[in-house]
């Protein structure tokens, strides 16, 4: 199942259909309409994460004392016709709560691709919680995803103080949605958005939350900043993003960056030296909000980039792509836009090659 965005009359946007599965690119010319695009899609996702979906259409069956919940086409449309009625009403304040102005729109709405041969079935189980100390019953949910009647995905929730069945009900129903939403039940999920002044802003971060700064700033530029102002450094992260991080360093940053308390310094193996990251090249500027953002305690599942070959030569956005690919890989859903036709051309050659390796995958087996 894949979830598109209907846009109407939005800026300089005509009309766009969008879908937002793990890996979107915009590649087009300057003041298009990409930048405001990536900053709605950000914002709506923001803002219905915590949509109250209906509970109607769903189906509740008790087989031998297993309680079984599913969510399909039926539940589906009654979804879209609730969200789509709430940000027909809404939208004005969505977009100025975004954007910090009224932007004209003629249409935003949401369609589910797949929703004719998608299914999620929920089963709910008790679950006592022995790791605090007091202990708690809980509701233990798992969920598995059909399509064609085939299992392809699984997730895992746990709710408390869910009180009686309707509860139950209501909250599954939230699980299914958030899957559809951002791929996971969490119900904070991480984004980020990386701006195309991600250079400056990285400089300057601190000026605008002392109050030496002026003027207003869209909600997902503000939102960078505040991920720069509380960034830790996880000391336990998890082997795919060390193995990510790793890939970065050796290909793209030739070195390391490292945080030491509020400053952010990079160190260059070529010359094993050390340097604060206002007196870095440019490159390492562009680079490093990616390697906080795969490094910090705060996990980020969304990464949106702005113009992401800034300062980088033809051949290191071709080591870009390789990474963001692998951050895909690794379960990161990633929306970049790009003017560069040899960053273009090199995601299309990656997306061809996966795709050509997965029919000789088909290929062999059905000779099998």
Same mark, same amino acid.
């Given at each position: 199942m894949v979830?598109?965005?209907i846009?109407?009359?939005?800026g300089? @946007?005509?009309?766009a259909?969008?879908?937002l599965d793990n890996? +979107?690119?915009?590649?087009?010319n300057?003041?298009?309409g990409?930048?405001m695009?990536?900053?709605l899609?950000?914002?709506l996702? %923001? ?6 979906? =209906?509970?109607t259409? +769903?189906?509740?069956? !008790?087989?031998?004392?297993q309680y079984?919940?599913?969510?399909? &086409?039926?539940?589906?449309q009654?979804v879209e016709?609730e ?5 027909e #009403?809404d939208k004005? /304040?969505i977009i ?8 004209? @729109?003629?249409e935003i ?5 797949g929703? &004719? *041969?998608?299914y999620?079935?929920? *089963?709910? $189980?008790?679950y006592r919680?022995?790791?605090i %100390?007091? #202990?708690k !019953?809980?509701i233990?949910?798992?969920v598995l995803?059909?399509e ?5 995905a699984?997730?895992e929730s746990?709710i $408390?103080?869910?009180?009686?069945l309707?509860?139950?009900?209501k909250?599954? *129903?939230?699980?299914?949605? /958030?899957i ?6 969490d119900?904070e999920?991480? &984004? ?5 002044s991600r $250079?400056g802003?990285?400089?300057l971060?601190k000026h605008y939350?002392?109050g ?6 869209v909600l997902p530029i503000?939102?960078f900043?505040r991920?720069?102002?509380?960034y830790?450094?996880?000391k336990l992260? %998890?082997?795919t993003?060390?193995?990510l991080?790793?890939f970065g360093?050796?290909y ?5 960056v490292v945080?030491?308390? !509020?400053e952010?310094?990079?160190?260059d193996?070529?010359?094993n030296?050390?340097v604060?990251?206002h @007196?870095?090249? *440019?490159?390492i500027h562009?680079l490093? =909000?990616?390697?906080? @953002? ?9 990464l949106?980039?702005d113009?992401v070959?800034n ?6 956005q ?7 690919i692998?951050?895909v ?9 790009s003017?560069s !036709?040899t960053?273009a051309?090199r995601?299309n ?8 390796k &997965?029919?000789?995958s088909?290929?062999?087996?059905c000779q099998n």
């Amino acid at each position: 199942m894949v979830l598109h965005l209907i846009i109407r009359n939005f800026g300089r @946007v005509e009309f766009a259909d969008i879908a937002l599965d793990n890996f +979107v690119v915009f590649a087009g010319n300057n003041n298009s309409g990409k930048t405001m695009v990536m900053q709605l899609i950000y914002g709506l996702r %923001k803002e219905l994460r915590n949509f109250l979906v =209906p509970v109607t259409g +769903v189906k509740q069956t !008790d087989m031998n004392g297993q309680y079984l919940i599913r969510c399909d &086409q039926e539940w589906f449309q009654k979804v879209e016709l609730e969200i789509n009625k709430f940000l027909e #009403q809404d939208k004005e /304040r969505i977009i100025d709560n975004i954007f910090g102005v009224p932007i004209s @729109v003629e249409e935003i709405r949401i369609v589910l691709e797949g929703k &004719q *041969s998608t299914y999620f079935v929920s *089963s709910v $189980s008790g679950y006592r919680n022995e790791d605090i %100390k007091v #202990q708690k !019953d809980q509701i233990h949910i798992d969920v598995l995803q059909y399509e064609s009647a085939e299992n392809v995905a699984s997730f895992e929730s746990r709710i $408390s103080d869910f009180g009686q069945l309707e509860g139950v009900v209501k909250e599954v *129903s939230q699980t299914v949605w /958030r899957i559809i939403l951002c791929g996971k039940t969490d119900q904070e999920i991480g &984004q980020l958005f990386l701006p195309a002044s991600r $250079s400056g802003l990285q400089l300057l971060y601190k000026h605008y939350f002392v109050g030496e700064t002026e003027g207003n700033l869209v909600l997902p530029i503000k939102d960078f900043l505040r991920f720069l102002q509380l960034y830790t450094e996880d000391k336990l992260l %998890k082997e795919t993003r060390k193995d990510l991080l790793e890939f970065g360093e050796k290909y793209l940053l030739h070195g390391k960056v490292v945080q030491i308390g !509020d400053e952010t310094f990079y160190n260059d193996k070529t010359v094993n030296k050390m340097v604060q990251l206002h @007196v870095a090249s *440019s490159m390492i500027h562009e680079l490093t =909000p990616f390697v906080k @953002v795969l490094s910090a305690t705060q996990q980020i599942d969304w990464l949106y980039c702005d113009e992401v070959e800034n300062s980088l030569h033809p051949l290191l956005q071709r080591e870009m792509a390789r990474w963001l690919i692998r951050m895909v890989n690794a379960g990161m859903h990633i929306i970049v836009s790009s003017h560069s !036709d040899t960053m273009a051309s090199r995601l299309n050659n990656l997306f061809m090659l996966t795709h050509i390796k &997965q029919k000789e995958s088909i290929m062999k087996c059905c000779q099998n």
